[in-house]
């Protein structure tokens, strides 16, 4: 069963429910995700450092675990979706952290506030 995790400061508005229904119809778009074994949850962190502790920094972070055994093609494209809805939600301000032989486990994105 997949599995997706999205974890985000409360510095940060979100309409989860939406937000987690685009991401799993992106993982789902693939065709090696099926939506009936899809589990998502939202984690809200209030208790969190970044940096020097700016009160303006915030993180969003998607994790997507997902059986072994899919190419790695299919991962890196539901890795490219992911982000693409985190670039749309949260804007420019995104910068990503991956770890390319981990496509399948993790995409992180860290979104720093405007600080102009």
């Known amino acids: 069963m997949p599995h997706l995790t999205l974890e985000y400061t409360d510095n940060l508005t979100v309409d989860v429910q939406p937000l987690l229904a685009r991401l799993f119809d992106e993982v789902v778009a693939t065709g090696a995700i099926n939506l009936k074994g899809l589990k998502g949850r939202a984690i809200r962190h209030s208790d969190y450092r970044i940096a020097d502790g700016d009160p303006r920094y915030a993180f969003v972070h998607v994790g997507l675990l997902i059986r ?13 979706r992911v982000m693409a809805v985190l670039q749309e939600t949260f804007g420019g301000g995104l910068r990503t952290a991956i770890s390319p032989s981990r496509w399948i486990s993790r995409r992180c994105a860290r979104y720093r506030a405007d600080l102009a």
């Open 68 to 80: 072994e055994g899919r190419p790695l093609e299919i991962q890196q494209d539901a890795a490219r």
